[in-house]
């Protein structure tokens, strides 16, 4: 009880220092907030001026496009994770040392900044996602409980790629090119997880790679939570999923973590 | 003109003899850069399972333009963005002084002082997708339409460098707008795709306001619509008044640097 009660002080601390920088870095973290938004406003482009000239692709009509890619914009940023491209820098510099020190895991430094992006980004990201509804007025109806679902798919496709970058994160300990490598597997992810296009738009063979992914977990399957696509009764189907998939990549997370900690003890000392 | 000429080819070779320096970061960019070509394809692939044609560019067409904007991409990448972020550090520092004591021009030297020589990487990948595009369609481009291209794309990286000379004589101003560099990359991505498929204003401000997009789109147009001369004459001219304009606010923006001690 009193472990969950430090972590619970320690978090709150985290939190609002993370908080303030964040707030100090407005203009810069404001940007970053426009970049994501770039994509999916292209790949809406594209995809609606080929439904126009073609007629509907795999039963897409002109407003489920605008839907999807507008539900993207909304769950691209709250899957972002960026953690791969800072441990590394970390281990380099020997700053993880100090963070050893402190009486708990360096990683919930990466789970509070997470949050606390996503929070304060929320201030102007809110009005913005409103905006663009409002502009491109995309016919959809939005029932309570898909909102719940959606919350749930959204907050556990959260997970599932903080865990997959915390995985690519560990590998920094054997090799300074980790950051490059998860890099790949983002565009990987965009490809086939339904940030291109969405997956019933993909060639036979890109769909088969997606079913071996968890990206499609990650990106595609709350954006269809959302509007709609996936029926009910699979949307528990996908949930067990991504549940699945974070309990396997939190595992081989811990394992790397472990057997990096030793090697990193081995060079530093 | 000629001595600058010169200079710049001075700045390429010691750039070139700093990179060599560092031989395995050009080969990860090499191979990178080869992942990105593959996911390009990729991309092309599933767009292109769907449809005939995007907003009237047929496959080889799209190729052609995607080639030009890693054409552009790469040069901003190894030109522009590099003299930005030192020249940016060194107002910021105050050693902007020794750059503009020395007899040259200080707007060249600012521009053009480094290369950052594997960036260019992309680029060469760019040509090599842009001559695919070209020759998967061989019969239907002439000589005259290439030439047209390339006269085309110079005209569109005479105005890519204007703007970015405009944003970085910004900085004499507002020290602080590295960020800046942010919101062009964010609107460079539009030009992946033909102009043609982005509502209005966004059309608008990719052309006209921040022309990031327009500069890819012009010269490949040429291969689906055919460049009319009173288009590249327009376009040409347009180029000399953006420069013209860049030059003119760059010379407002030094008369009005004091330096950081003073």
């Known amino acids: 009880m009193s472990v969950l009660r430090k972590l619970v002080a320690s978090y709150r601390a ?5 908080w303030s920088e964040m707030l100090q870095y407005r203009a810069s973290v404001f940007i970053w907030t426009l970049w994501s938004l770039a994509g999916p406003v292209i790949h809406l482009s594209v995809w609606r001026s080929i439904q126009e000239a073609n007629g509907d692709i795999a039963g897409y009509g002109r407003d489920d496009i605008v839907a999807y890619f507008l539900a993207q914009s909304i769950v691209y940023h709250f899957i972002a994770a960026w953690q791969a491209y800072e441990f590394g820098y970390l281990i380099r510099t020997g700053t993880l040392s100090a963070r050893l020190l402190k009486p708990f895991d360096p990683s919930h430094h990466f789970v509070a900044s997470n949050v606390a992006f996503k929070a304060v980004n929320l201030i102007w990201l809110i009005p913005i996602w409103t905006g663009m509804f409002l502009y491109f007025r995309p016919e959809m109806s939005l029932s309570p409980s898909r909102a719940l679902l959606f919350a749930l798919a959204v907050g556990l496709a959260g997970t599932l790629e903080f865990l997959w970058s915390q995985v690519f994160a560990m590998l920094s300990f054997w090799t300074v090119r980790s950051d490059s490598l998860f890099d790949l ?7 086939v997880g339904g940030g291109i296009a969405p997956v019933a738009f993909l060639p036979a063979a890109l769909a088969q790679v997606s079913a071996y992914l ?6 595609g399957f709350p954006i269809e939570v959302i509007t709609g696509v996936v029926p009910a009764e699979a949307v528990w189907r996908g949930l067990a999923a991504s549940l699945g998939w974070s309990a396997l990549l939190f595992a081989l997370y811990r394992i790397l973590w472990r057997a990096g900690l030793k090697r990193y003890g081995a060079v530093g000392a | 003109m000629i001595r600058h000429l010169r200079l710049f080819w001075l700045f390429a070779k010691l750039s070139i003899q700093d990179d060599t320096a560092y031989r395995a970061e050009f ?3 090499l191979l990178m850069t080869f992942y990105w070509f593959l996911g390009v394809a990729a991309g092309l692939w599933v767009i292109f399972s769907n449809t005939e044609t995007v907003s009237g560019w047929t496959l080889d067409q799209v190729i052609v333009l995607v080639g030009t904007f890693h054409i552009v991409g790469g040069v901003v990448r190894a030109v522009l963005a590099p003299n930005f972020q030192r020249f940016v550090e060194e107002v910021q520092s105050g050693t902007l002084d020794f750059l503009l004591t020395k007899p040259a021009s200080g707007q060249f030297l600012a521009s053009f002082r480094r290369i950052a020589v594997p960036q260019l990487v992309e680029s060469a990948m760019g040509l090599g997708l842009a ?12 000589a005259a339409q290439v030439a047209a291209y390339l006269f085309a794309l110079a005209c569109g990286l005479v105005i890519l460098y204007s703007f970015w000379l405009a944003m970085i004589t910004l900085v004499f101003w507002f020290v602080r707008i590295e960020n800046v560099t942010q919101i062009f990359w964010s609107l460079f991505e539009a030009a992946r795709f033909p102009l043609d498929i982005y509502p209005g204003w966004l059309r608008a401000l990719v052309s006209y306001i921040i022309p990031v997009a327009v500069i890819t789109t012009f010269p490949a147009q040429g291969f689906v619509t055919g460049h009319s001369w009173a288009g590249l004459a327009g376009f040409a001219a347009a180029a000399a008044a953006a420069l013209a304009s860049a030059s003119l606010f760059w010379r407002r923006g030094v008369s009005s640097y004091t330096s950081a001690s003073s």
């Open chain 1, 14 to 18: 985290l939190l609002v220092a993370r």
């Open chain 1, 185 to 191: 597997s983002e565009a990987l992810s965009f490809l």
């Open chain 1, 214 to 219: 968890p990206f499609y977990y990650i990106l």
């Open chain 2, 27 to 29: 080969w990860s960019r």
């Open chain 2, 131 to 142: 001559t695919i595009g070209v020759v998967r369609a061989a019969g239907t481009f002439d």
